[in-house]
């Protein structure tokens, strides 16, 4: 089993920056993909970001060049830096993990966190 709490979010205005970490603990040898997703009031959950353990990262194709994922396996904990901050990019941000390789955007990562609110003023 694994536990993961997510923190770093706030409120921001656009065109800002936050530091989303994700700490990862209990059996965290068996984590393979972790990925942070997010969902807005009225929205789907959307997946944002994904790392795996052979060095493979994706981004959602409006978030690439503004947000960076990455861990640190010493600390097991998982960040996405996030730049250039837009309005629409308010959501509750969630950290996932699963034992398997998997692509962006699907939902079925078994352990997640219980989100953090990233709130972006115009």
């Known amino acids: 089993q694994v536990q993961l709490v997510e923190s770093g979010g706030g409120s921001v205005q656009a065109g800002g920056s936050l530091r989303l970490s994700c700490v990862a603990s209990g059996y965290t040898y068996s984590i393979y993909s972790m990925a942070w997703f997010r969902q807005a009031p009225g929205k789907k959950r959307e997946g944002v970001a994904v790392?795996?353990?052979?060095?493979?990262?994706n981004y959602a194709d409006p978030e690439t060049g503004r947000f960076t994922i990455s861990r640190d396996n010493a600390k097991n904990t998982l960040y996405l830096q996030m730049n250039s901050l837009k309005p629409e990019d308010t959501a509750m941000y969630y950290c996932?993990?699963?034992?398997?390789?998997?692509?962006?955007?699907?939902?079925?990562?078994?352990?997640w966190g219980q989100g953090t609110q990233v709130t972006v003023s115009s």
């Open positions: 790392n795996r353990d052979d060095g493979s990262t």
């Open positions: 996932a993990a699963d034992p398997r390789w998997l692509v962006l955007g699907k939902t079925d990562f078994v352990y």
